[in-house]
């Protein structure tokens, strides 16, 4: 209801955002579980088939439904993985990856899209089509053919237009038609006084349920990238907790990573306590997808040698209590647990902490529209400062000068920059332990500052790199020469070079240079592991234990640009490269480019009066 009524204060109806008839989109409705676990236990059921879903571990505790498939005479799992319902059912068969297969579907405006297989199945699975054609027919199906096959009758098209439709992706002209803009008006929705009171010790709580930000309901638990991926709020990783107010905790006298037994309908769930400003009084906030058993050697086994990532908050949740539910009790234990945050990793001691909060305007330099309007060059005159003089002589760039820009005021602070960083360049994943100690690799990491008030306070999102220094702190005290500056303006990394003395990190403003403290890496090498090493960017090196490492523009794909240009006679132009982080950022907030050309989009973005170089003093 918010959201439309925001979208109808600024005009957004019939331009950025459209309506469709409700009769042409698909219904989203979920099965009924507990229709199907009553007709279980009334003996209605003698073969269950669960196709890619984990209901073992996902559905409403109240259901029991591990239980209700051990009344099941067949069960058969058909999924990707080998998870807490597959091991209890009396066949597995292997799922092809949506990578490894063909089919189709419907965009969320209805138009038809086809995919394609990019790799044959790695486990030799087959895809959901293929399955159920199996079912049905009785013999093998290809799924190819049935995706050319459904669109050949149904579009009433022929060879040609399917070559087409498989060659474009989409069949064009296939969306849904749109309904009318709905009548009504806008009227601002205000918290009622009895909503902003504050909470007390005396008055219920209510337990919030959320989907993990990065596994989403628990399927994506086996992927180290995603449980290393900081939260966008709690900057949380390996592992969940009760995320809990900073008035709500005072008044129950907690603090940070106490272990508190969660109590919900007779159900107990024990979990540390994450203090975060901004959370509702009175409420405690539960991610969902953590505390896998048969999930893989990334999530935990849940076995003895292999500790379990996170809790289950699923076992609290029931079918009348799938999104909230009030009448929590929380009991400290006395204990606790090491939580994994990666916020504060670069703040020396509580000295720097607070400086750094002092600091914050100069950091994150943001104003509302009005100021802007009225001094549109506002971030200019944060921070001032006397003539910089270098004490080196400047470089001149006669060639390139390649170059970044990160808007904030686009920036959603989503983090996909991080992930397809990590993808692009090999980086590896270091686990909770090192996490803890400060050791995380990621090349671009994503900052989050509160600021105003600690009850309801505004965020600021900067995603920080390798600023690529002009006059690189890190470049005059490297004994060897591994970080040098090349003469198209990148600050580079000789991997062969580096002796690992860290005199870069400790020179380091912006806290962007990775250590490999171990071998991190060292199962990519080892023999048979064929599968892990697919996964690996062949055009970036592989770094071992003792190195130093980061952000390096993506050089790889500036010399595949450079190579592209030279074989076809021309020159590089703008938008030829694309940094991984600039190609998936969905806010379009990351440009890259040759500042020395000055029609080029990071040139006009350097130039507007909003630029500002972080710390440039």
Partial sequence: AASHALNLALGNRGRTVVYLRADMTPATDPADLAALVADIDAGNVDTLVVMGANPVYTAPAD???????????????????????????????????????????????????????????????????????????????????????????????????????????????????????????????????????????????????????SLYDGQFANMGWLQELPDPMSKLTWGNAAIIGISTAAELGLKDQDVVELELDGRRLEAPIYIMPGQAPGTVGLPLGYGRTEAGHVAGLGSDEVETVGVNAYTLRTVANRGFAGGLIVRPTGATFPLASTQDHHVIDDIGSSGRDHRLGELIRSADLDEWEKHPDFAQHVVHHPPLKSLWNEFTYEGHRWAMSIDLSSCTGCSSCTIACQAENNIPIVGKDEVIRGREMAWIRMDRYFKGDAENPSIENQPISCMHCEMAPCEQVCPVA??????????????????????????????????????????????????????????????????????????????????????????????????????VCPANAIHFGDLNDESSQVRKKHDNDRAYALLAE
């Fill in 482 to 583: 591994a970080t040098t500056h090349s003469s198209e303006g990148l600050n580079d990394m000789v991997y062969n070079r580096c002796i690992g003395t860290r005199y870069c990190a400790n020179n380091c403003p912006y806290k962007v240079r990775r250590f490999n403290y171990l071998e991190f890496q060292g199962q990519l090498r080892a023999e048979g592991n064929e599968v892990m090493q697919l996964a690996m960017n062949p055009e970036v090196t592989v770094r071992n234990v003792g190195v130093m490492e980061k952000c390096s523009f993506c050089v790889q794909r500036i010399e595949g640009a450079r190579t592209n240009a030279t074989a076809s006679g021309t020159e590089i132009k703008d938008g030829d490269v694309t940094p991984a982080c600039a190609q």
């Fill in 63 to 213: 259901l029991n439904f591990q239980a209700a498939m051990g009344k099941v005479a067949n069960t058969i799992h058909f999924g990707l993985y080998r998870d807490e319902t597959a091991v209890r059912s009396s066949w597995h068969l292997p799922q092809a990856h949506w990578l490894e297969a063909w089919g189709d579907g419907r965009t969320w405006n209805g138009t038809w899209t086809l995919a394609q297989p990019l790799i044959e199945p790695l486990y030799k699975g087959k895809s959901a089509l293929e399955f159920l054609g199996m079912l049905i027919n009785d013999q093998p199906v290809d799924g190819a053919a049935m995706v050319k096959t459904t669109y050949t009758n149904t579009a009433g098209k022929g060879e040609l237009q399917w070559r087409q439709a498989v060659q474009r992706g989409f069949h064009k002209g296939s969306a849904f038609p749109r309904a009318a803009n709905p009548s009504g008006s806008a009227s601002p929705m205000r918290a009622t006084p009895e909503q902003m009171a504050v909470w007390k010790k005396s008055d219920p709580l209510e337990l919030v349920f959320s989907q993990s930000y």
